[in-house]
């Protein structure tokens, strides 16, 4: 193993994390105060004034508010002014990118604070199953065939069952053990509907073959507002539970599915496939970084939102090996009880899909905290975090760890 | 304040008219301009030789800009489906079938997959090119006819 990236292992770290949610009870809001609330929470707990912040990122403009260009509305609002700032636009990776370029402008001394934030009110202003395909579709060679966001997803499905054999119960597993955890997490979406049986999955309507209802994460029905404070490692040291950014990758292989079919050559696709993602090539150079791997991570937090992408990721994200997803997760790989901790507030399927919502992220900050709002991993010490985007078309991955002293 | 009823939420869409995303634009013309014709084209490098995806400008092998139009043989092979049983909109009639078709050129298109049982059709079928309107009101589209 390479150890490039090297001199970023843990040169920067979290040390404040701002959190507005929205629930389904609450009233409704609008995007752009989800995300400044949060804001203005994470710059409290941190003791910031709007001058020391040196850089503003931000993941792409909300789907329910319209901007062109996301991080100048925040600036706006704030009246930060940053001498670096981007919306960090690689579809829903973009939302953990932010604290890849922060950790890189920390660590180099470029600047000493930024702030990250994401978030997005989502079905409460917009229809999302309508507007999401327009976004994830090539609207030339695609849309015309009026695809949908799941019908998408499973082409990568239908591919992955067809080579490496995932049978209808091994899928529905990964739905059981995400909703074991949700039940646990006071926020998540599907805790009132209890526990389900790999029975209910099977027995769930199709939604986009071989998907069904129960292999599809829900919208979450809200809005889930965060924001972080990233700074160097030196500075952290001194903070209140900072979390150490050990490595970071991220890769990127395409704007639509179908022209994912038309890149060879390179990995994740030396030849053209849907089977395996960019999330191999950005795992690997987040374990590069940080110097461990996958055997080392105590509990992962993925953005899957179907039940083979979850399986899929075990096997990218190094969990176990290609292929092998099916026969990890039947032998008790992801079991609550016994198994790697995984998606520990019920994930996409289980606590929600909040749109641009860094709620996996967050559920890794807590967790490394001792502060899980659900099922607490008792002694973690290291986690992983995979953000995505598009039809499985861009990556983001972050290992972060709560040990002191690492650098 | 506004008095658009937000309740359900509202389906906002990209467009109408945005070069490149939906409208044709110079580098796709030939492509839309065949469909007319009901003849599928697809984009071959002159210098290199390789096929390429209609939107190409670049050889993405080569990186020559000799690229030009050339009428495929419209014959291929499903390399993934999805049978779509909730449409994105309550007035579509399900269900149907896109898929991606690898043609024989080895350029990968998306489209319909038409003439036979959903429940049949499956991942290395053989598919020949048809032009079909699937939609009242809008133009012939290329769709596949699996065998």
């Known amino acids: 193993m390479s150890d490039r990236g090297a001199a970023l292992r843990n040169a920067a770290a979290v040390t404040a994390l701002g959190m507005h949610v929205v629930g389904p009870g609450d009233d409704r809001i609008s995007s752009l105060e989800l995300q400044l609330r949060a804001c203005v929470d994470a710059m409290n707990q941190a003791g ?10 931000t993941s792409r403009a909300p789907m329910s508010y319209t901007a062109m260009e996301w991080n100048m509305r925040i600036v706006n609002e704030l009246k930060i002014v940053p001498r670096l700032s981007s919306e960090i636009t690689v579809h829903g990776a973009g939302a953990l990118g932010t604290w890849q370029y922060a950790a890189m402008a920390v660590a180099n001394g470029l600047i000493d604070y930024a702030l990250c934030c994401s978030g997005c009110m ?11 395909a327009a976004v994830e579709a090539d609207l030339q060679f695609e849309q015309p065939y009026r695809p949908t ?3 998408f997803y499973a082409l990568w499905a239908q591919r992955y069952i067809h080579e490496f054999g995932a049978s209808r119960e091994d899928l529905a597993q990964v739905a059981v053990e995400n909703r074991r955890w949700a039940v646990r997490h006071p926020n998540a979406s599907m805790r009132p509907k209890g526990e389900i049986t790999v029975q209910d999955v099977i027995d769930s309507p199709m939604i986009a073959s071989p998907l ?28 209140d539970k900072p979390i150490f950014i050990s490595g970071f990758g991220q890769c990127t292989t395409h704007e639509w599915i179908t022209d994912r079919m038309a890149l060879w050559g390179i990995e994740p696709a030396v030849e053209p496939n849907l089977t395996t993602t960019g999330a191999k090539v950005a795992s690997q150079q987040a374990y590069e ?25 075990l096997e990218d994200l190094g969990f176990c090996e290609k292929g092998g997803g099916p026969r990890f997760v039947r032998e008790g790989g992801i079991d609550f009880e016994s198994g790697l ?20 992220a967050v559920e890794a900050l807590q967790q490394l905290r001792g502060e899980a709002l659900g099922k607490q991993v008792e002694g973690a010490k290291r986690a992983l975090v995979h953000f995505h985007g598009g039809p499985a078309a861009a990556h983001s991955v972050v290992v972060v760890s709560n040990e002191e002293g690492l650098k | 304040v506004s008095e658009i009823d937000w309740s359900e939420g509202l389906a906002l869409y990209m467009g109408p008219y945005e070069v490149g995303l939906t409208e044709t634009s110079p580098e796709t013309a030939g492509y839309w301009e065949g469909v007319r014709r009901g003849e599928l084209m697809i984009k071959r490098c002159s210098n ?22 050339v009428k495929a043989r ?7 489906f999805s049978t779509i049983y909730r449409a994105p909109d309550r007035s579509l009639e399900v269900p149907y079938t896109n898929g991606i078709v690898e043609l024989d050129e080895g350029v990968y298109l998306f489209g319909r997959l038409v003439g036979k049982e959903h429940e049949a059709i499956a991942i290395g079928d053989e598919v020949d090119v048809e032009f079909q309107s699937l939609f009242p009101g809008e133009g012939a589209l290329p769709v596949y006819r699996v065998q």
């Open chain 1, 289 to 313: 970084m940080a110097g461990f791997g996958p055997e080392d991570i105590d509990l992962a937090q993925t953005s899957a939102p179907f039940t083979f992408l979850n399986m899929m990721m």
């Open chain 1, 48 to 57: 910031l004034d709007r001058r020391d912040i040196g850089a503003v990122f």
């Open chain 1, 122 to 132: 989502g079905r409460r202003w917009v229809d999302l199953v309508k507007i999401n």
């Open chain 2, 48 to 69: 290199c030789g390789r096929h390429l995806y209609p939107r190409r400008i670049f050889c993405s092998d080569c990186r020559s800009d000799d690229l030009e139009w």
């Open chain 1, 341 to 360: 901790p995984f998606n520990t507030n019920g994930g996409y399927l289980s606590f929600g899909q909040a749109p641009n919502g860094m709620h996996m």
């Open chain 1, 212 to 239: 069904q209802l129960l292999d599809c994460a829900a919208w979450y029905d809200g809005g889930f507002g965060s924001a972080v404070i990233i700074t160097n490692a030196e500075r952290a040291e001194s903070t």
């Open chain 1, 149 to 151: 966001t799941p019908s």
């Open chain 2, 74 to 80: 419209g014959t291929g092979r499903i390399y993934s």
